[in-house]
């Protein structure tokens, strides 16, 4: 068995922006006070936003409802969240973005970042890509990571404007720069496959790092596979192996596929065939082809697992079903040595398996 190469990965995205995210986290005590008029309704704003986040949203409501009236734009802001997500109130989209809209015109720049979403993904409005658009970018301007990534994402994809990589990498490098974790994957992205930027391994390397230190599975995943190939880093296999852990843990289908290669052939571990059978198994569950084939072959050989040809040709015609079709000639090979009545039994479990979604595979 060959280690898996570098996969051709795409940029991520996220759907939703989170009202307490990382910028704005830090930043959103300091942004009502610059919206404030008075002691008074610095006062009421923070009783407000207090119960918001101990999520008692009714007496929230009570408290940021009359100042979102009175034109506040951070309560006007708070108010769109409770409605897109019916929180104190009944979930309306559409009074989502009235408030949305109604904050980002006085230059709320989390109220873009949300109203660019909704625009985006047609929440309580038309989908309009140049809309979100404009929001991502007003929003972005002010430095708010998420906004950033954001437009970096629209910009790969061509939506709302002309896809421009180099855009993209430019925005992406802005939040990047701002610890935020799926600008600083995709940036890696851009430099492993040189688009936007010159390609350089070393640069991808360090980016995918970052990325990896802040639980991204994906870019653990793909670290690992740069100290597996020596690209951008020294080879190394304990480090492969580090990486491959992390991201298989974090349920990473991909990553657990290889970490059992590298069980199965004692790269960067000791050799350990049930080891490496208990992480093909777990990718396997998740639909990754390599780790059914892989399986389908541990139990064909009794490694790791007592021999066992029905699972055996299970698993190598999921495999196949599933695009792997290399390992073709290995189901003909084992139905030469089964009885008929074996093979209708291993078509059946795999017809079981397969459409339980991999719940219901024995």
């Given at each position: 068995m060959e280690l898996v190469s570098m996969v051709d990965f795409k940029p991520v995205g996220v759907s939703w922006p989170d009202e307490f995210s990382s910028s704005i986290r830090a930043a959103i005590l300091a942004v009502a006070v610059s919206f404030t008029s008075s002691m008074?309704?610095?006062?009421?704003?923070?009783?407000?936003?207090?119960?918001?986040?101990?999520?008692?949203?009714?007496?929230?409501?009570?408290?940021?409802?009359?100042?979102?009236?009175?034109?506040?734009?951070?309560?006007?802001?708070?108010?769109?969240?409770?409605?897109?997500?019916?929180?104190?109130?009944?979930?309306?989209?559409?009074?989502?973005?009235?408030?949305?809209?109604?904050?980002?015109?006085?230059?709320?720049?989390?109220?873009?970042?949300?109203?660019?979403?909704?625009?985006?993904?047609?929440?309580?409005?038309?989908?309009?890509?140049?809309?979100?658009?404009?929001?991502?970018?007003?929003?972005?301007?002010?430095?708010?990571?998420?906004?950033?990534?954001?437009?970096?994402?629209?910009?790969?994809?061509?939506?709302?404007?002309?896809?421009?990589?180099?855009?993209?990498?430019?925005?992406?490098?802005?939040?990047?720069d701002q610890g935020y974790a799926f600008a600083q994957f995709n940036l890696g992205i851009m430099y492993a496959k040189g688009e936007g930027v010159p390609a350089d391994d070393k640069e991808a390397a360090k980016w995918f790092r970052l990325a990896a230190g802040q639980r991204i599975a994906r870019a653990q995943f793909i670290l690992g596979d740069m100290y597996a190939e020596g690209r951008g880093v020294l080879?190394?296999?304990?480090?492969?192996?580090?990486?491959?852990?992390?991201?298989?843990?974090?349920?990473?289908?991909?990553?657990?596929?290889?970490?059992?290669?590298?069980?199965?052939?004692?790269?960067?571990?000791?050799?350990?065939?049930?080891?490496?059978?208990?992480?093909?198994?777990?990718?396997?569950?998740?639909?990754?082809?390599r780790a059914q084939a892989n399986l389908g072959a541990m139990y064909a050989n009794g490694t790791g697992v007592p021999v066992n040809n029905i699972k055996a040709h299970m698993w190598v015609s999921i495999a196949t079903e599933n695009g792997f079709d290399t390992v073709e000639m290995h189901r003909r090979t084992m139905e030469s040595r089964m009885t008929s009545t074996d093979i209708s039994v291993a078509v059946q479990a795999a017809n079981t398996c397969m459409s339980s979604g991999y719940r219901n595979c024995r």
């Open positions: 008074s309704i610095a006062q009421e704003f923070e009783t407000g936003i207090r119960a918001y986040r101990a999520g008692d949203y009714e007496v929230a409501l009570q408290d940021l409802l009359p100042l979102a009236d009175r034109g506040h734009a951070i309560s006007q802001y708070f108010l769109g969240i409770m409605y897109a997500n019916g929180r104190g109130v009944h979930m309306d989209e559409k009074e989502a973005v009235r408030w949305y809209r109604l904050a980002a015109d006085q230059n709320n720049a989390f109220a873009q970042l949300h109203l660019g979403n909704m625009y985006e993904l047609g929440r309580g409005t038309l989908k309009d890509y140049k809309e979100a658009l404009k929001w991502y970018r007003s929003a972005a301007e002010k430095r708010i990571a998420e906004a950033q990534y954001k437009l970096g994402i629209m910009y790969v994809e061509g939506r709302g404007t002309l896809a421009n990589d180099q855009e993209s990498a430019r925005w992406f490098r802005l939040a990047a080879a190394d296999d304990q480090q492969a192996v580090r990486w491959y852990r992390l991201a298989a843990k974090q349920g990473d289908a991909g990553a657990q596929s290889t970490l059992g290669v590298m069980y199965e052939l004692g790269k960067g571990v000791v050799e350990d065939d049930q080891e490496a059978v208990r992480w093909y198994q777990l990718a396997a569950k998740q639909g990754d082809a």
